[in-house]
């Protein structure tokens, strides 16, 4: 799909990208579990902004996917998420880039759900 380079689908084609880029480093073998998980968060993380940037709403610099899916939810975000699992995700923002994080939670198959819900959400922000 080819998006128009304005200011909001901007945060989509960065979005598109952080998809692709975790699927493919999943499908490598070995896979780099870490480094999807955090393109996954991206990923999320853009369509969150994308979503408050077509709202007319001020983007705050933050990785805090449960704090940006709050504000989305205030100016009519629909796609229902789960706190919890936001907070797992949003481990991945900042946590994986360094080695003292690699705590056991990255598996592939929590990756992979991290991955589908991500592509989820972005086909909810491209057809709303």
């Known amino acids: 799909m080819r998006l128009a380079e304005d200011s909001g689908n901007r945060w989509l084609v960065k979005a598109s ?9 999943l499908a490598l073998k070995p ?6 998980g955090f ?7 853009k369509c969150l902004k994308f979503h408050l940037s077509r709202e007319r709403q001020k983007i705050r610099k933050v990785h805090d996917l449960r704090a940006l899916y709050d504000l989305a939810i205030e100016v009519g975000w629909a ?3 789960k706190p ?11 946590i ?5 994080a690699d705590d056991g939670r990255l598996t592939k198959k929590a990756v992979s ?9 972005y086909a909810y922000v491209v057809g709303e």
């Open 113 to 121: 759900d991290w991955l589908k819900l991500a592509n989820q959400i």
């Open 79 to 81: 796609f229902p998420l």
């Open 84 to 94: 919890s699992v936001l907070d797992h995700i949003s481990y991945c923002a900042v």
């Open 96 to 100: 994986v880039r360094y080695p003292e």
């Open 31 to 36: 896979p780099l579990v870490d480094v999807a």
């Open 17 to 25: 990208r952080d998809l692709r880029a975790a699927s493919a480093l």
């Open 39 to 45: 393109h996954c968060q991206q990923a999320i993380e």
